[in-house]
């Protein structure tokens, strides 16, 4: 199994939790598996930084409780109302049998090869992301997507990612769409009866001007 970085941790005791946040520490909670749930404080600093590393809750992480160790995926995050930094945290264990939800990136590649694109087409994006099933062993990082040989008007759909071994869409019985191609904006230009018509209204304007100094 893929881990993707350690959050140091510690045991703790259900009760009063501002003596863990004056520790730089944030309360939390291990579930799931055949052990009954524990009660942890987590590192912020660290578990800020793996958070700012993106995908947070599609990766593996590593707890290092007082030397003990266990694999887990971020569930839930609560945050505080008002100043927005967390105030607790759920994790769930995994391990290589562990079927989990994520959302996995997807990633546009060989722009520069679709014809579409190079005729001044614009890439309209659908999803970015494709929540999928799978086993905690074997999440993906991102899904490619090749637009080379696209043109203009050609859509891109769920079928044209090639998914792993078990991976599983949670939206099934639908070929959703990922992207399209779109044919570039022209803006219309002004008809040529529009603008004399425009240069006829100003030369009457002008000319009643005149004739209203002259009145005078």
Not at 52 to 63: A, M, P, R, T
Not at 85 to 110: G, L, Y
Not at 129 to 135: A, G, R
Not at 137 to 142: G, L, Q, S
Request: charged share 30%; with cysteine.
């Amino acid at each position: 199994m893929k881990i993707s970085g350690s959050i140091p941790a510690k045991n703790r005791i259900k009760g009063n939790t501002s003596p863990v946040f004056k520790e730089g520490m944030v309360p939390s909670i291990i579930y799931g598996g055949k052990i009954e749930p524990k009660m942890v404080s987590v590192h912020n600093i660290t578990l800020k930084k793996r958070f700012e590393e993106g995908q947070f809750y599609s990766k593996v992480f590593e707890l290092d409780i007082d030397g003990t160790k266990e694999a887990v995926v971020v569930k839930s995050i609560q945050r505080h109302k008002v100043k927005n930094f967390p105030i607790h945290v759920d994790f769930q264990r995994v391990d290589d049998k562990t079927r989990i939800v994520v959302s996995i990136p997807i990633e546009f590649i060989n722009q520069e090869l679709s014809p579409g694109l190079k005729q001044g087409g614009v890439l309209n994006v659908v999803r970015r992301e494709i929540e999928l099933s799978c086993l905690a062993n074997n999440i993906p990082e991102k899904f490619e997507i090749d637009l080379e040989g696209k043109e203009v008007g050609d859509d891109i759909r769920l079928s044209s990612v090639e998914l792993g071994e078990g991976m599983k869409p949670t939206i099934v019985g639908r070929d959703f769409m990922l992207s399209t191609i779109q044919a570039p904006k022209v803006e219309e230009a002004a008809t040529p009866e529009a603008g004399a018509t425009e240069e006829a209204a100003t030369d009457e304007k002008a000319e009643e001007k005149k004739e209203d100094k002259a009145a005078e």
